[in-house]
C-alpha cells in the first residue's frame, strides 16, 4: 500500500513510500547532509535510490543535476512519482538500470557519488526473513556486493570527484581498503552514534578518486537523547 507523507521536517518535501517496499530511514537523511555539496559539483549520482529520498534531500541544498540509478521496478515506479509531485523532474532524473551496468558507460563524466548501499552480507545462504523481494535486495548483497559498489563509484566519478557512503561502522575497514584498491582516497569519517553512551552503529565516509593523502576524523553524531528525542546535532539535518 502506498502512503503519502510529509518528509521528517523538510518544508514542501512529500514522499510516497510503499508498506510492502523498503521505507527509508535515518541513514538516508545522515548521508545526504554529509556530503559535500560544494559550488563545483554540477552533477551527482545516486546509486541504488529507491524511493528517491537521498535526490529529494539534496534538492533542498544544492542546484546540481541529480540521477538516481535504481534497479528495481517498483522502486521506480515510487520514484518517478515522488520527483513529480514534488515538482523536481527539471533537477532530478531516474534511470532504470542495473548500478554496474550504469557504471561501465559512465566514463568517468560525474562530479559525485553518493550511496546507502544493501548493508548486509549473504555469504553462507542466510535466512532472508524479510516480507518482500524489494526488502530483501534492498538490506541484502543480493544484486550487488560492497565491492561492486565501489568499484562502479570509482568508474562514474571524474579525476577529483567525491564518492560518499553510509554503512554499518563494523564494515569501516573494509570500506577504507575498498576505497584504496579503486584509487579512492578516503577524506571524512564520522561515527555515528544512537546515545552518547552506546557503540557506534553507523559510519559516514568519503573520499576523493585519485586525491591528495590525508583524512580528517570528525566528531562522533550523537542522535538521540536518554529519552528517545533527537539531539540538537539531529534536529539541525532537517533544516533548510
Known amino acids: 500500500m502506498k502512503i503519502l507523507n510529509e518528509l ?18 535515518l541513514d538516508s537523511v545522515l548521508v545526504s547532509r554529509f556530503i559535500n555539496l560544494n559550488s563545483k559539483i554540477k552533477t551527482i549520482v545516486d546509486f541504488g535510490t529507491n524511493n528517491a529520498v537521498i535526490p529529494l534531500i539534496m534538492s533542498k541544498y544544492t542546484n546540481a543535476n541529480i540521477i538516481g540509478v535504481e534497479i528495481q521496478d517498483k522502486a521506480i515506479e515510487l520514484a518517478n512519482k515522488n520527483i513529480m509531485i514534488n515538482n523536481l523532474d527539471n533537477q532530478i532524473q531516474i534511470i532504470h538500470q542495473d548500478i554496474k551496468d550504469f557504471a561501465s558507460k559512465a566514463n568517468h563524466q560525474y562530479d559525485a557519488v553518493i550511496c546507502n548501499p544493501p548493508f548486509f552480507k549473504t ?27 565501489i568499484k562502479s563509484g570509482a568508474m562514474t566519478i571524474k579525476n577529483g570527484g567525491s ?26 569519517l564520522q561515527f555515528v ?16 578518486l585519485n586525491g591528495n593523502e590525508g583524512m580528517v576524523i570528525l566528531p562522533p553524531l ?5 529519552d528517545e528525542t533527537y539531539t540538537d546535532e539531529m534536529l539541525k539535518m532537517f533544516r533548510d
Open 8 to 25: 521528517l521536517g523538510y518544508k514542501n518535501l512529500n514522499l510516497y513510500q510503499d508498506t510492502n517496499m523498503f521505507s527509508f530511514t
Open 123 to 149: 555469504e553462507g545462504n542466510p535466512k532472508l526473513n524479510e516480507t518482500s523481494l524489494e526488502i530483501v535486495n534492498a538490506r541484502h548483497e543480493t544484486l550487488i556486493n560492497l565491492e561492486e559498489i
Open 163 to 188: 564518492f560518499t557512503i553510509v554503512h554499518r561502522a563494523e564494515r569501516s575497514g573494509e570500506i577504507i581498503s575498498l576505497f584504496t584498491k579503486y584509487n579512492i582516497v578516503p577524506k571524512r
Open 193 to 208: 552514534h544512537s546515545k552518547v553512551n552506546k557503540n557506534g552503529k553507523t559510519v559516514l565516509i568519503d573520499g576523493i
Open 222 to 226: 550523537i542522535s538521540h537523547h536518554d
